[in-house]
Structure formats: structure tokens, C-alpha cells
């Protein structure tokens, strides 16, 4: 099975700058997640999406960043415009359904870094 | 709320030796507990959950975790370090009962010396 497939794997980008990441989820997968992870931590997650609809996303910052999943598959993650402290690996993942025990499925992310 | 502590940023074990990564949470209710394996470059790769059941739960690679509880404790194990095992692992909870968020621990870095 084709894992959760990421592009592009690297950018560098000036700050105020605007970048797009996009992310194709495992085959038959409903529940789709972005999650940030700086340098040192753990994944924080952005937004969870159940098919086309936002499950969650209490912890995107909705004044700079935008994601969308239009048809339910392929998603996008926006930053507009780009600050300093955005540097990070940003990481796709997937799941066959939302559920508590359901484990994720990772792509390799994307490293973004700020100038 | 939901926490993870993964108080050893680094472990270093002889190769052959046993492994221990250690993890413990905090959740309201009861967990559903994870552990993550990260290559340099790579995204994470699932190792092993606990849903319920038996403490002792199997996953990838040999690994294994013991849930405790009391303690509130889920240590991923294995009884003979690899060089290949060199990696990132994080532990990640997520509460039964309430939000689907994993929320994932700072990482804990293990080498493995030959």
C-alpha cells in the first residue's frame, strides 16, 4: 500500500513570504491531519479533517494559515504570510476513520525554512 | 487535559543490551496509548498501541510496552538493542472519551552503541 505521500520535502522561503504544502493521504483514508513539529518537540497538531470537513482546528493560527481539503482526499496547507518562528517540519498524516484507536499513518513532511 | 512526559531526552544502551524509553501521561478518562519511532528526514512510523486488555502489548521490530495504571506509566521495551533501533521515539496519548488529538511527548533520542 502507497504510504501518505508529502511534497515538496524542503522550502526556504523569506519571512512575509507565502508557501503551500500539499499532502495525498493513504487510499480509502477519511480522517486526514496536519500537525507542526519544531525542532526539539513533539507534533502539535494544526487541523483534523473527517472526509472535507474540519474536525478540529483550534490550534491553527487562522490569521497566517489556511488548509483545505476540497474533495475529500488531496489536502493543502497555507501559510500566508510566513514569521520566523513558522520553521518547521510539517507533517501529513492519515487514518482510515476517526476514532480513539486508530493509529496514524505519516508521510515524511515537509521542512520549511524561514529566512 | 491531556499530557506526556517522556523524561529522558537521551538513552544510550550497548548494543544487545536491553532498551528501555520511558513514558508516562495524564488523561481524564481512560487511554489510548502510542509509541512512534522517527528516522532523521522520515515522518513517524507507528510502532504499538494499547487499547485495553493485556498490559503487555507487542508491536513492531520487537518492541514492547508495558501499561501500568498506577503509575500511569507506558515504557516501550525491547530485550536486545540494534544499532538499526538509533532513532526518535515518541509516546502519544490520546483520552477515550473525549478529543481525537494525539498529543505527543518532546521525544526521546536513543542510540545504540556497538
Known amino acids: 500500500e502507497a504510504g501518505v505521500a508529502q511534497s515538496p520535502r524542503y522550502k526556504i522561503i523569506e519571512k512575509r513570504q507565502s508557501v503551500a504544502f500539499w499532502c495525498n493521504p493513504i487510499?480509502?483514508?477519511?480522517?486526514l491531519y496536519w500537525y507542526q513539529q519544531i525542532l526539539g518537540q513533539g507534533p502539535k497538531l494544526l487541523i483534523q479533517?473527517?472526509?472535507?470537513?474540519?474536525?478540529?482546528d483550534s490550534q491553527l493560527p487562522k490569521d497566517r494559515f489556511s488548509a483545505e481539503r476540497l474533495k475529500g482526499v488531496d489536502s493543502t496547507l497555507k501559510i500566508q504570510p510566513a514569521k520566523l518562528e513558522d520553521s518547521a517540519v510539517y507533517l501529513c498524516?492519515?487514518?482510515?476513520?476517526?476514532?480513539?484507536?486508530?493509529?496514524?499513518?505519516f508521510g515524511d513532511g515537509t521542512r520549511l525554512s524561514i529566512l | 487535559a491531556q499530557s506526556v512526559a517522556q523524561p529522558e531526552d537521551q538513552v544510550n544502551v550497548a548494543e544487545g543490551n536491553p532498551l528501555t524509553v520511558k513514558c508516562t501521561y495524564s488523561v481524564s478518562g481512560n487511554p489510548y496509548l502510542f509509541w512512534y519511532v522517527q528516522y532523521p528526514n522520515r515522518g513517524l512510523q507507528f510502532l504499538l498501541k494499547y487499547i485495553t486488555g493485556d498490559n503487555l502489548v507487542k508491536g513492531s521490530y520487537g518492541f514492547e510496552a508495558e501499561f501500568n495504571k498506577s503509575q500511569t506509566s507506558f515504557h516501550l521495551k525491547k530485550p536486545s538493542a540494534l544499532v538499526s533501533d538509533s532513532a526518535l521515539y515518541f509516546c502519544?496519548?490520546?483520552?477515550?472519551?473525549?478529543?481525537?488529538?494525539?498529543?505527543f511527548g518532546t521525544g526521546t533520542r536513543l542510540t545504540v552503541i556497538p
Open positions: 487510499s480509502g483514508h477519511a480522517t
Open positions: 498524516a492519515s487514518s482510515f476513520r476517526t476514532g480513539g484507536n486508530q493509529p496514524q499513518h
Open positions: 502519544a496519548v490520546r483520552d477515550k472519551t473525549g478529543a481525537n488529538n494525539l498529543f
Open positions: 479533517f473527517q472526509n472535507n470537513g474540519v474536525v478540529d
